[in-house]
């Protein structure tokens, strides 16, 4: 089971028709998504050959806008997303601030019973959550620099203070973290989930080691098995 299996899973019970994500790259995700709209956004889309022939054909559908998340939402969500959004995967730039902006504006248009998936919310070891100022250059220099101690390929930022950030301000939202894909957080309206024993002063100034000795709270860490019961697979 990864993100797409999630997401599939939830488009087909909640019956969802419109499909949005944050951070397309390659397609990997979008292209197999089981949705009758598609909405891709990023500011730079890395579609192989074959991937652009087969939509050029018509056999693999989504709509793309090649902009960052902010750009969209400030000039053209209003126009695109007019009849909301059921199912988001939030997954462009993992920084805490730019996550955080990009699940308040996905919760703007996102319909009655509609869900927000993040990815990245779980890192597993300090260097995959290492904090940049701006762009992921910033991490692609450490390495080259081997200035990244433990440095395993994957990098998830601090996505995860979206997560504990949510927990503690919205008490409108259900907010947890699916043990799996590098934590796959889930948002939706509701009721908060559980109360967590941190000010939001300790989650925004949280370092690594504070989030590894926090962090089944700090994410409202549950086993994968849990999204088929919240969304009410028997
Ligand atoms: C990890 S990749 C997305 C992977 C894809 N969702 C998947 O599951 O296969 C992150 C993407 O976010 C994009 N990105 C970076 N900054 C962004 C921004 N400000 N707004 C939207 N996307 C952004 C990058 O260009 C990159 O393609």
Redesign the pocket.
């Known amino acids: 089971m990864n993100?797409?299996d999630v997401l599939n899973m939830i488009i087909k019970q909640k019956k969802a028709k419109t499909y949005l994500?944050?951070?397309?790259?390659?397609?990997?995700?979008?292209s197999k998504i089981q949705c009758s709209r598609k909405i891709g956004?990023?500011?730079?889309?890395?579609f192989s050959l074959p991937l652009k022939i087969k939509r050029l054909l018509g056999l693999v559908k989504f709509e793309t806008y090649e902009?960052?998340?902010?750009?969209?939402f400030e000039h053209l969500a209003k126009t695109v997303l007019k009849d909301g959004v059921d199912v988001a995967?939030v997954?462009?730039?993992?920084t805490y601030e730019?996550s955080k902006r990009?699940v308040e504006n996905c919760l703007s248009y996102l319909n009655e019973g509609g869900i927000i998936v993040m990815?990245?919310c779980n890192p597993l070891n300090e260097a995959a959550a290492y904090t940049i100022k701006e762009?992921?250059n910033e991490v692609r220099e450490k390495v080259k620099n081997w200035d990244l101690p433990g440095w395993q390929g994957q990098w998830n930022g601090d996505v995860w203070k979206t997560v504990a950030d949510l927990l503690v301000t919205r008490p409108d939202l259900t907010v947890f973290t699916l043990d799996m894909d590098y934590g796959l957080g889930v948002v939706t309206r509701g009721k908060r989930s559980i109360d967590i024993p941190f000010s939001i002063a300790e989650i925004q100034q949280g370092d690594y080691a504070f989030f590894e000795k926090n962090r089944k709270q700090l994410l409202n860490l549950k086993h994968p098995k849990f999204i088929k019961e919240f969304i009410g697979i028997a």
């Open positions: 993100r797409l994500e944050i951070g397309v790259q390659t397609g990997t995700v979008i956004v990023d500011p730079e889309f890395l902009y960052t998340s902010d750009y969209f995967l997954d462009g730039l993992h730019q990009d990815h990245d762009h992921f």
